[in-house]
């Protein structure tokens, strides 16, 4: 692929989501209701709401052939900015970012950097049985035929519909997932009209491109790097997926890596 086309930068994007999630052995510290206190004294300037949340557990047991059930409860919390617009969630055995209104890499990693250095230093993770990236992006045009993605998205992605569907089909959903090995990274690609009017008979233009990559069993020191690495394989495969008609959309700056 061309490394220029990895280097594209853009004004604007369709980004709706962009999750980044690790998963760990259950930290038995986190079970109280007060362990995330100093937790929450890091974060508190950039993630000053938050709400606590209780999960109950139900633990099923057999024995001499009668089934038993135990009832637990555990406690998460989610932190949240002042514009409901980005949020933390922690539990005892996985911490989540999301962002539902994104403007770049940097702003969104320094927020990473900032969460899980503040897990890390306070609680014994030693390793990660799952690290994750996902940007879903959900391309909305208010013109032109829904099922008219020429210049924009790769033909690949979508010319089946076309050959395969008439109007009379009255199509309510396309959508399609790839797997892709990226050495030790699996990148899941889902695309297509999901449709937001769903079951009815689609009519917006619209298309989603949903990247997740993850990578597991890794120290816990790697994680940075593997986000790094995860965020390039995503780039890559979104530049393979869009047309320069779509790149014109979004208005292509100079330099840099969004």
Known sequence: MNTERND?????????????????PKILAMDLKEATADFQKVIIKKFPIVKEISVDNLHFQIQDRDLSTEKSEEFAWEFVNKDDNKKVFVSSEFIYVEYLSYLNFEEFYSDIELVFNALIDLYPVEIANRVGLRYINQIELKEGSAFDWDNLIHPSLYKFNNEFFSEEDKLARSMHLFEINEDNNILKFQFGLFNSEYPNKISKREFVLDYDCTTSNIEINDVFNTINQHHLIIKKWFEKSILNGLREELVVLQGGIK
């Open 8 to 24: 594209m930068k853009y004004q604007n994007n369709h980004i709706s989501n962009v999750i980044f999630r690790v998963d760990f």
